[in-house]
């Protein structure tokens, strides 16, 4: 089954610009995903990237696809502090179900 | 509803006793998943239906586990002999399976501690 790691947390000023990654282990996923968690909420997807692409924007959002080397980010440009969430990268590895990193705590500080 | 609804939010149970969480999915909506996230972890896969059935239980942690779709709408998962280890939040998914962008709506959740 598909595996997906990401790094536990990560600190920002606000105004600057964050970058969380991850890696993934079954290259079958024919989208990658990122969604965002705020506390008491549910899951809600930010964006996504078609496999074959190795780039995608959306506003403030850029999403890097590097395929040989299983590896997503996503770039926030301008975080703000209603920026702070936990960040889940996930993959279907060529099934219907998503698999889910551990999530990226981002917290964005004055 | 205009979102995926599910209830209770909140559940507290005594260990070995039997619980249901209900999950009321986006009207239309063909495909519903079960999720359980841990505190730290992101959610982990438990089962999805399509329609009435379900197509993939795999991430079924045991036998006390068990979820059920009739008519195709609202699910319900089912929990028997509770443990201690089961204390999670429950998210409950649903998408159009026939989107291709496979893109799923989530619940908030139903929070389960069993003492």
């Not at chain 1, 890097?64 to 590895?93: E, M, P």
């Not at chain 2, 986006?26 to 009435?52: D, K, M, N, V």
């Not at chain 2, 195709?72 to 399976?97: H, P």
Request: with cysteine; net charge negative.
């Amino acid at each position: 089954g598909e595996d997906v790691e990401q790094s536990l947390f990560l600190s920002v000023r606000e105004g600057d610009s964050s970058v969380i990654n991850c890696t993934y282990t079954d290259s079958s996923s024919t989208y990658l995903y990122w969604y965002k968690q705020e506390p008491g909420a549910g899951l809600q997807l930010l964006t996504y990237i078609f496999s074959n692409m190795d780039m995608k924007q959306d506003q403030r959002l850029t999403v890097l696809l590097n395929k040989k080397d299983k590896h997503l980010s996503l770039r926030i440009a301008d975080t703000q502090t209603g920026d702070s969430a936990i960040y889940f990268c996930a993959g279907t590895g060529g099934g219907n179900k998503l698999t889910f990193g551990t999530g990226t705590q981002l917290k964005v500080e004055l | 509803g205009a979102g995926v609804s599910q209830t209770p939010s909140n559940k507290v149970t005594e260990k070995g006793k039997y619980v249901e969480l209900r999950c009321d999915p986006i009207s239309g909506h063909t495909a519903l998943y079960w999720y359980r996230q841990s505190l730290g972890q992101g959610p982990e896969f438990l089962i999805y239906f399509q329609g009435t059935g379900a197509a993939d239980d795999s991430g079924l942690p045991n036998d006390r586990f068990f979820a059920v779709r009739p008519e195709g709408s609202v699910s319900t998962l089912k929990i028997q002999r509770t443990e201690r280890g089961d204390s999670a939040v429950y998210l409950c998914a649903s998408s159009y399976a026939e989107r291709n962008t496979g893109e799923l709506f989530f619940g908030e959740g139903s929070r389960l501690t069993v003492l």
